[in-house]
């Protein structure tokens, strides 16, 4: 009985972590920033790096940094997607309507 209790629970949790198993599945969050900085230089490696306050979905403010391949315009709303890692996904330029209603006043609409 031990050895299918232990099967039982060995199954489930295996399950549970192929399931989970897409890079940040359950970590993942979005954080909007609106580009405040003038055109920068790229880095050596000809990339972009900002650092920007940032807002989840939920209102809480962070600073994220993030690399771009090209610069942004400054007042550009961009969603940037990042986990634990530290990883970003590609930021996307995205248009005022597209952020939450609940942290739309923390931009200045162009």
Do not use: W
Request: hydrophobic share 35%.
């Amino acid at each position: 009985m031990k050895i299918m209790k232990f099967l039982l629970i060995t199954f489930l949790l295996t399950t549970f972590l192929v399931g989970c198993g897409n890079k940040g599945a359950l970590i993942e969050k979005d954080y909007y920033v609106q580009i405040n900085e003038e055109l920068q230089t790229p880095n050596s490696n000809g990339h972009y790096v900002y650092a920007q306050v940032g807002y989840d979905k939920d209102g809480n403010e962070k600073v994220v940094s993030f690399f771009a391949d090209k610069p942004f315009k400054e007042g550009a709303i961009v969603c940037i997607t990042r986990s634990l890692e530290g990883y970003t996904g590609d930021p996307k330029v995205i248009n005022m309507d597209d952020l939450p209603e609940n942290i739309k006043g923390n931009f200045i609409q162009s």
